[in-house]
């Protein structure tokens, strides 16, 4: 699918909360936010960075007692808008290789860009605390996910506080209206990287 979604960095947990129990947020929710659930994300890449050099993410995460895997294409991140292809579906375990992808989609798309049986190396590491709330305005709905944790890479560990605020159908104006709202209230700015690229600046760092 084509994912659009607007990433909001919060300068710490506690405008994070505010933002999440806004009025503005309340005003759209269609049900309140739940408890944090933690979230632990591995990015994959072959030794050779194929992955990192065509600009393409493959990630595996274990959410409760489920894993899922997600490889999205190349994109680009503008003002805090990340817009680009993903594709997404559940998987066994942390991953070894392409092969132990299902076969589908995704798995075809990987194998596109490495071999079946090259090894994977998990670069980054994304180690979330995270609260979802399902918003809706005049028939667009928008998943609004808040994130509080570490990426790490390269031994390296920075913390994050994140809004996500994802369109699943309708206006990207409407998303792009709420992120303007929050941001006029609260201590929130365009996120200028996503989380895989951050920690891939963690990587490459020395």
């Known amino acids: 699918m ?8 919060a300068a710490n947990a506690e405008v994070l909360i505010a933002a999440l129990n806004s009025d503005t947020i309340q005003r759209y929710s269609l049900a309140p936010a739940p408890q944090p659930q933690r979230f632990l994300a591995k990015y994959y890449d072959t030794k050779n960075r194929t992955l990192e050099n065509d600009q393409c993410s493959l990630r595996a995460r274990r959410e409760g ?3 899922r895997a997600a490889f999205k294409l190349p994109g680009h991140i503008t003002d805090g808008m990340s817009q680009r292809q993903e594709y997404e579906c559940d998987i066994d375990g942390w991953l070894k290789n392409a092969g ?5 989609d ?4 990987v194998l596109n860009h490495i071999e079946e049986t090259e090894k994977l ?6 180690d979330m605390q995270r609260q979802i709330v399902n918003l809706e305005v005049n028939g ?4 609004m996910v808040a994130d509080q944790g570490t990426i790490t890479g390269n031994g390296r560990e920075v913390e994050i506080c994140e809004i996500e605020l994802e369109l699943k159908s309708g206006e990207i104006n409407i998303v792009k209206e709420i992120g303007d709202e929050l941001k006029a209230k609260y201590e929130l700015n365009p996120s200028r990287l996503t989380k895989h690229q951050i920690g891939l600046e963690l990587c490459n760092s020395r």
């Open 2 to 9: 084509y994912e659009q979604e607007l990433k909001l960095t």
């Open 140 to 143: 667009t709905k928008i998943e």
């Open 100 to 104: 132990k992808l299902p076969d589908g």
């Open 65 to 67: 007692r489920k894993f």
């Open 106 to 109: 995704l798995k075809s798309l």
């Open 121 to 126: 190396f998990a670069m980054v590491t994304v």
